[in-house]
């Protein structure tokens, strides 16, 4: 390697910092573009052998591709960001490798890793490097389908945490609140979300602020109303786009706006099926072609799970009682007894027992008041029937 001069090194450190700023605003606004700015300044810190621009560079390559869903791609700059950092700076890349490795469902792998770095932080005392390392290993917990081992798991990271270091329970209390959304302790999840949000506020981390506001935009989808949800202007103007985008016959205007609707929520974004169908009611109506577009660039869109446990999506009362009487079975008032129903809509991890549905069964107001004596209501006992509808409606 030649020598560098010291007026290369000067400029490197300019270029460096010059290039952390700018990465860090394009992160949160535009993640191609902080792909693209980050292979041309990995090419100029090679040229001035500036190894900390290199792994900087290297670094938000992955973290970008970690956003895209590009996980398989992800995890070869994670890394080589690794091998060129100090144990004390390595947490982030370690993160973006982690959720790189989960993405990909090498759980094991991801696992063995993570416990290699938190043995050497326990090795030299650092608090700080075992809390972030046992963070991650709460989430390799919950991306193995162990939510109750990871909340266990996310509460002895903070337990670690010194309450002075914001930066990092910001990071703890996001962590919990996904934890205990898969579990769904919806109120739980609510208070951790806002708790990360206000750190993230405090912190001035924009990025941060997204991830905890669509936590935040999910718990209020998933308790029926979107309207509360602080991502919801942005998930109306983002289906709008995509609306424009099917009748342009635009696709990567149609992807782009899709992701971003995704990136919104964890799975079920503030947006109503109804208002959806209105959205899209007047391309569709005008333009026979215009479905095909839709399944044909839906499938090809990525979503960024890395927040996400299961992928369940809620099933309206009125559409699947409507579904119902369409089929020939009028249930009245009094046999409606299906408040909430959540079916998987994705595929499930092959465990023998896993849930492909949820549903909460309620006596309905229109009983009289010697009906509520009752300890198994027939209208209860046709709901768990009525409610393995709910598997199929959500695979549509």
């Known amino acids: ?127 700080h490097g075992q809390a972030a390392m046992t963070m991650l290993m709460a989430t390799i917990s919950a991306a193995e389908g162990n939510p109750t081992e990871a909340w266990s798991t996310i509460q002895e990271a903070q337990g670690l945490c010194d309450p002075s270091d914001l930066k990092l329970l910001s990071k703890v209390h996001l962590e919990a609140s996904s934890i205990l959304l898969q579990l769904r302790m919806l109120d739980e999840t609510l208070v951790r979300a806002q708790e990360a949000l206000m750190a993230f506020w405090k912190l001035g981390d924009r990025l941060g602020e997204q991830k905890a506001n669509a936590v935040l935009s999910e718990v209020y989808s998933l308790r029926g109303v979107p309207h509360l949800a602080p991502n919801r202007p942005q998930a109306v103007e983002a289906m709008k786009e995509m609306a424009k985008a099917v009748g342009l016959r635009d696709a990567d205007g149609y992807q782009k706006a899709s992701e971003q609707l995704a990136r919104l929520a964890v799975s079920n974004p503030p947006i109503s099926k109804k208002e959806k169908r209105e959205v899209f009611d007047e391309v569709l109506r005008r333009d026979q072609a215009a479905s095909d577009f839709i399944r044909a660039n839906s499938s090809a869109s990525k979503v960024d799970t890395s927040l996400a446990g299961e992928t369940f999506r809620a099933v309206e009362k009125k559409g699947l009682y409507f579904g119902y009487r369409a089929g020939g079975i009028a249930y009245g008032p009094r046999f409606r007894g299906i408040d909430v129903a959540l079916g998987r809509a994705t595929a499930a991890r092959g465990i023998e027992d896993e849930a492909h549905a949820y549903a909460v069964y309620q006596l309905q107001e229109e009983a009289d008041d010697w009906e509520k004596g009752y300890r198994a209501h027939p209208s209860i006992l046709d709901s768990a029937l009525q409610s393995g509808s709910v598997i199929g409606l959500t695979r549509q």
């Open 1 to 127: 390697m030649r020598k560098v001069s010291a007026s290369e090194h000067l400029s490197g450190l300019i270029v460096l910092l010059r290039f952390s700023k700018d990465a860090r605003a394009l992160l949160t606004t535009s993640p191609g573009d902080a792909e693209t700015r980050a292979r041309e300044a990995l090419q100029t810190f090679r040229n001035l052998g500036n190894i900390d621009g290199e792994t900087a560079a290297q670094t938000l390559i992955a973290k970008v591709l970690v956003l895209r869903g590009s996980w398989q791609e992800a995890i070869r700059p994670a890394r080589n960001a690794l091998k060129s950092l100090k144990l004390a700076n390595c947490i982030d890349a370690q993160k973006i490798l982690v959720r790189a490795l989960l993405g990909c469902s090498q759980t094991g792998e991801a696992r063995q890793s993570t416990t290699a770095k938190l043995t050497e932080f326990e090795q030299q005392s650092d608090r």
